[in-house]
């Protein structure tokens, strides 16, 4: 490997741990909002419709 990929490649170590910050971040943040919204009176509706959608579809309900 040449001298100058060696430095580029250097330079960008800390890239990939700023990079699993952001994406744990944003992880937690949508764990969050789906939290939020499926505990609410939105996500009971919403848990019965699928519910009884694929029920219906496999002739269970």
Known sequence: M???R???RRNQRGITTA????GTA???GLAGL???LLTG???D????TLFDHVLGL???G
């Open 2 to 4: 040449s001298l100058q």
């Open 6 to 8: 060696l430095s580029r």
């Open 19 to 22: 990079e699993y910050a952001v």
């Open 26 to 28: 944003a992880g937690a």
């Open 34 to 36: 789906l939290f939020k």
């Open 41 to 43: 009176g939105f996500g």
């Open 45 to 48: 509706k919403l848990l019965k």
């Open 58 to 60: 496999l002739g269970i």
